[in-house]
């Protein structure tokens, strides 16, 4: 089978790293202590299977009925490949739009089921086939956000989607925290709506792997019978948890970096290229020139790192995630300096 090939995660210190939507700011300070508070207690001991202190502080912190709505597990792809492999058999299918998130694909082909992409329309619009049932499909997941695009399905018609097919639905969430809105509600209203989320993005905690599923309780219980049995360790446990009891900090952070998007995308519009309208940590953008792989060598030979995607069947463009202010002028400054020379 073909790997699934992540972001490049150069050696620290040497790059603006701008490729894989990580918080550019390092992670609440209580965040830290929990840590080290971990990194001196019990280690000789196994964790809670469960999770059960981040369970309590996320479901306090989503409003959620009680922590049995919660499944922890180490990052959300995790929680991906624990729900493909509980619905997904061999020689049944997934489906995902396109473009979004290929991992899917590769946990379809560990299971040996096959995928299903179904392409957005113009402008992002996922099309009425999204949302049609068929003999074979086990589970349809969507990013909400969407990476690339940082578009956004209004909830209203995810209910539609979850409410015409007779199998889950998978709303994966990592980018939920920069968005106005969520697909929480529709968890309670709809036993087949499953919402994914991560501590990585707005977080700031990519380097401690954490995510965690929202589902009624009778599907998280199903679940975890097919989790490792400790999946999730006692450092980012308490990490997840002293993180779930700081809402303040992600406003604020959420706040800075949607200010700092607003900006990136007004200045790349100004530069001639056509920017998407975010709702996520990241801009999806392209250029007339058509000139995006060598835009993307030319920022890396000055040790500034941007995503460059390419689509089979659809297209190429620049991902550039969100930074603090210096790491988006300087990344602004070199692609401007690039088109200036390629004049
Ligand atoms: C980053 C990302 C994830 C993975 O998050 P982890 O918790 O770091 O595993 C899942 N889905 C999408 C769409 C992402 O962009």
């Known amino acids: 089978m073909k790997p699934y090939a992540p972001g490049e ?16 700011y390092p992670p609440p300070p209580e965040v830290v202590s929990a840590i080290t508070a971990a990194a ?9 299977p469960m999770a059960t202190s981040f369970r309590r502080a996320a479901a306090e912190a989503l409003g959620l009925p009680g922590p049995e709505w919660v499944l922890a597990g180490n990052g959300s792809d995790e ?34 089921a096959s995928w299903e992409q179904v392409p957005f329309e113009e402008g992002w619009q996922l099309p009425a086939a999204f949302g049609q049932s ?49 697909c929480l509600d529709l968890v309670a209203e709809n036993e087949n709506v499953l919402v994914t989320r991560t501590l990585s993005k707005s977080y700031g905690l990519a380097g401690m792997r954490f995510g965690f599923l929202v589902a009624q309780p009778q599907v998280v219980a199903e ?44 200045e790349l519009a100004k530069m001639g290229f056509d920017v998407v309208p975010s709702h996520a940590n990241f801009v999806w953008c392209t250029h ?24 089979p069947e659809w297209g190429d ?12 002028d300087a990344c602004l400054l070199m692609i401007q300096r690039f088109l200036d020379q390629s004049e």
């Open 134 to 182: 068929r003999d074979d499909l086990r589970l349809v997941l969507l990013p909400n956000p969407n990476s690339p695009s940082g578009t956004i399905v209004p909830s209203q018609q995810i209910k539609q989607v979850a409410d015409s097919l007779d199998c889950p639905l998978v709303v994966d969430e990592a980018y939920v925290d920069f968005a106005d809105e969520n």
């Open 317 to 328: 463009g620049l991902r550039i995630s969100v930074g603090t202010d210096e790491q988006i």
């Open 288 to 311: 007339p020139t058509g000139q995006h792989k060598a835009i993307y060598e030319y920022l890396k030979a000055s040790q500034i790192l941007i995503r460059y995607m390419e689509f």
């Open 79 to 112: 929680i991906l490949t624990i729900l493909v492999r509980g619905f997904v058999g061999e020689g049944q299918s997934l489906r995902l739009p396109y473009p979004s998130y290929i991992l899917y694909r590769t946990l379809a082909d560990i299971q040996g």
């Open 223 to 266: 679940l975890a019978k097919i989790k490792d049995s400790y999946n999730c360790d006692t450092i980012s446990i308490a990490a997840a948890t002293a993180a779930m009891h700081s809402q303040d900090w992600l406003a604020e952070k959420v706040a800075a970096m949607n200010q700092t998007r607003q900006r990136m995308a007004g």
């Open 40 to 48: 001196s207690g019990p280690l000789n001991r196994y964790p809670d």
């Open 9 to 24: 995660q150069p050696p620290p210190g040497k790059f603006i790293k701008l490729n894989t939507n990580e918080n550019p």
